[in-house]
Each structure stands twice: as C-alpha cells, then as structure tokens.
C-alpha cells in the first residue's frame, strides 16, 4: 500500500509545475464545491483540504469566503510547493491520508475533498473515518470520480480484448452509504461531464499524463495492445466523467 501511494505521489510531483493549466474540469469542481461551502453554516473548529494539491479548491473559496482558511493537505510535496495557499508551515501540512487523519483535525468544522478521496486505497473506510473526525454540526464535502467513468475506455479494451488499465474508481452506492453511516446526507449528486480531448484516444491518455494521473496498478500494455487499444477507440472525441458531489453534516448541536 505504501509503495502504490508513493508511486501515486511521484507521478503527481512530476507534473505539478503544469498541473494547473490542464485541470479544467478539477477547476470547475473546485469552484461549485467553493459556492457549497461558502453558504454553510460552520461551527467552530479546524477546516482543511484533503488531497488539496495545488489549491483550486481553497483558492475558489478564498474569492467566496475569505474567512474560511483550510489547511492544504496533500501528499505531494511538489504539489504543495505550487500552492500558492501553502506559503507557512501553519497553512501546509504534507501527509499521506492512507494513514488515516493527523490529530489535528479531530473535531473539525469542514473536511472537503476534490478528486482526491479515489487515490486511497479504501475510500469508503477513508470517508468514513473523515467523518468521524467531524465536530458536531461539522461538514465533510466531497467530489470524487467514481464507477462509471471512461466508459470509452473500457469500451475500446473490451473491443481491441486487452485489459483496461484504468484506475479503479470506488461505487457512489458505496460511499453513500459510508458516510451515511455516520452522517446526515444534506446534499448528494452524481453528474456526468465528458470533455473533448481529440480524435481517438491519444489526446485523452495526453492529458492524464499532464496532469499526473496516468498512474495504473496494473501492468503497462504492450505496444501492440496499446495499438490495438486505440484502434478500437470509439469516434466521439469525448470521454466521459462520473463525479459524486456529496455534503454531508456531523448531527448533534454546534458548539
């Protein structure tokens, strides 16, 4: 597990002087998750950004809320050295969340996370634990690629029969019912967005690669297969998102 988050975190570091200019979907979630917790009432307690990189998130909600200052959160110290969020010790704090939460955010008022939480490698177990960590009142808002995504890609391998080294993105069901679990459900949605990357296939594994997130858990493809793979890549030129928005509240009385 050690070596898979390392790993996660090398291929992110090497591309975090760019990652902000090839984030535009990251970006826009950044934003609507901002205009969510902007219009929340907070209790008392820490707030921080799990899996914050280079700061969209924080930096939406400084032009929002400015009152609200999360601590910036990531595992990749390259990310956080470009986040313009994380300038004192105070602001950053480098962190692998598969070891769980520092003790610092026990009792927080607001966890949020975007496009972090399927990086774990038990995200249901994670936002269960994030929960938890809330004070009472507290809110954890999340966005997270899940199942159903890149529908295409798994098209073209079924297709070309070569496996599809996509990473695995957990079931909403699933986290829904983890932070259910724990939490009033205030607000959930799954929408889909499908971007235009360009004709067949080489654009959108492009992109993944800019933005670090070409990382797989399983063996590379051959260049055969890879070939095979985008021959069978269907003609639409987008790719297809599935993102779970999920607001969530710590019942009892804020203190």
Known sequence: MRQTAASICTHFSRKAQHYDQHAGLQRAMAWRLARRIAALPMPAGPMADLGAGSGLVGQALQQLAPQHQLLQLDGSAALLQHNPLAGSTTQRLLWDLNEGLPACLQGSALLTSSFGLHWLSRPAAALKQWAKALAPGGWLVVAVPVA????????A??????PCTAWPLPAASELLQSAGSVLA??????????PRYGPGGRAFFRQLQQLGASYSDHPPLR????????????ADEQVSWRILMLLAQRPGEQR
């Open 185 to 194: 459900l205030r607000h959930h949605q799954e929408m889909q967005f499908s």
């Open 148 to 155: 159903g995504s890149f529908a295409q890609w798994h098209e």
């Open 223 to 234: 260049p055969g297969q890879w070939r095979q793979l985008l021959n069978h890549w269907p």
């Open 157 to 162: 391998a079924s297709r070309a029969e070569v």
